[in-house]
């Protein structure tokens, strides 16, 4: 929910904390920022963590409240000419990562539990002749509740993968047909009896404010999730997207004083159930935190190799962005001729502050002040103008260790993350 930002009254000691920020900000070595004014070039003393995100862009249904690159089967989809693809792909990409360990992998979608079990055993296989994989790495597959069978999950497992994220969205069935799934209440309950006997790390899927909920339909899909005792839960807020069936036929979803209920009642049994509300949507028990996504929160780099897929890869004196082709059949013709780039472009040295507190301020407890200047190559008192006026705002609490919202900042995060922007 996206609440406009209202002026907030000052503290008391504004004009004190003002001046000590000021002061921790400028607390910079003086060789470092010779060496920055010198160059005039962009200067990143080390390189991000790297993951790779693979994107699988077909599902059964298109759901109507749905923006991502995803493609309903209409008869069947050529699975060994998308792993042909997705290998090019990758090939064509080793340049820009050579010697770079890969410390998470998530397969995205779309379903990417429509795959076969021998075709994801292909895919890693090719991943792990590719590129080095860290013996601990976190692997990430999706999966919608309507294609699980028990069989093919032990086998996604025995080939690798280590998490698993469920779209369950609600456990009501009218709810469910409501949002466009493919599954009812009953199938979802299965889906995670299934995840739970082949996996210990597992995500859910929630949404609230669904179309004509209620607050005591919230609170008992909460209960239900719960009661499967998931090491992680993502709780998303129902938004109406531009360009989706919901934004162009818009159902009755619950008015902002009852889904901020909703959301005041999630947080409260989040906290008693002992989960860490570590980003916007995310809680997590401790140590299951989505190694995956701090990564990019914390301005992390990634290859995306599919259909759709961004990457974010950062260089000595650069940091790229790049898209691959968005449509299936273009992608794969694309990705086979070692073109899969559609588009590629370098974050721009004013950007970057935007772009690194469009993710980092996302997390509940900020980010480490000198990770600023490690994954933007940029000093931290470049900014010292905004950072003191949101610090007079009481949007953020700034100390020489570490920045992060206030409960004020979080309640009106678009409108902090937007003072960058305008920076």
């Known amino acids: 929910m996206i609440i406009p930002i209202k002026p907030a009254r000052e503290n008391l000691q504004s004009t004190q904390s003002s001046t000590e920020s000021t002061k921790r900000i400028s607390e910079v070595s003086s060789q470092v920022q010779e060496n920055y004014l010198a160059s005039g070039v962009l200067n990143l003393s080390s390189l991000p963590p790297l993951s790779l995100y693979i994107h699988f862009p077909w599902c059964v249904r298109k759901c109507p409240y749905c923006d991502f690159n995803s493609h309903e089967v209409k008869q069947a989809f050529d699975e060994q000419a998308y792993l042909k693809a997705l290998r090019s792909d990758l090939e064509y990409a080793l340049p820009m990562v050579w010697g770079r360990k890969i410390f998470t992998v998530f397969i995205g979608g779309g379903t990417p539990s429509l795959m076969s079990a021998s075709g994801l055993d292909q895919l890693l296989s090719d991943i792990r002749t590719l590129l080095p994989i860290d013996s601990n790495a976190e692997i990430t597959m ?248 949101a610090e007079k705002k009481s949007l953020l609490e700034i100390d020489h260790l570490r920045i992060r919202p206030t409960p004020l900042g979080q309640r009106f995060l678009n409108d902090l993350q937007q003072m960058f922007l305008e920076s």
Not at 165 to 190: V, Y
């Open 142 to 389: 999706e999966a919608n509740p309507g294609t699980f069978e028990a069989e093919k999950f032990r086998q996604y497992r025995s080939s690798g993968v280590n998490r698993l994220s469920i779209g369950i969205q609600s456990f009501n069935s009218a709810h469910l047909q409501a949002l466009g799934r493919i599954h009812n209440g009953d199938e979802a309950m299965r889906a995670i009896e299934i995840a739970q006997a082949n996996f210990d790390n597992f995500n859910l899927d929630l949404m609230f404010a669904l179309p004509n909920q209620s607050l005591e339909e919230s609170a008992q899909d909460l209960t239900r999730a719960l009661s499967f005792n998931p090491t992680h839960l993502s709780l998303y807020h129902l938004t109406l997207e531009p360009n989706t069936y919901f934004a162009k036929y818009p159902p009755s979803i619950p008015d902002d004083d009852l889904s901020s209920l909703m959301q005041e009642n999630i947080q409260e049994r989040m906290k008693e159930a002992g989960y860490h509300h570590y980003e916007v949507s995310a809680f997590a028990k401790p140590g299951f935190e989505s190694r995956h996504n701090l990564n990019y929160w914390n301005f992390g780099d990634y290859l995306g190799i599919g259909a759709g897929a961004h990457s974010k890869l950062s260089f000595p004196h650069r940091i790229l962005r790049q898209m691959r082709h968005k449509q299936p059949k273009a992608f794969v013709e694309a990705a086979m001729s070692g073109d899969a780039v559609q588009e590629s472009y370098e974050i721009g040295r004013e950007d970057l502050p935007f772009e690194f507190m469009l993710n980092s301020l996302r997390l509940n407890d900020g980010f480490e002040s000198k990770l600023f200047y490690e994954r933007t190559g940029l000093l931290l008192n470049s900014i010292e103008n905004v950072l003191s006026l």
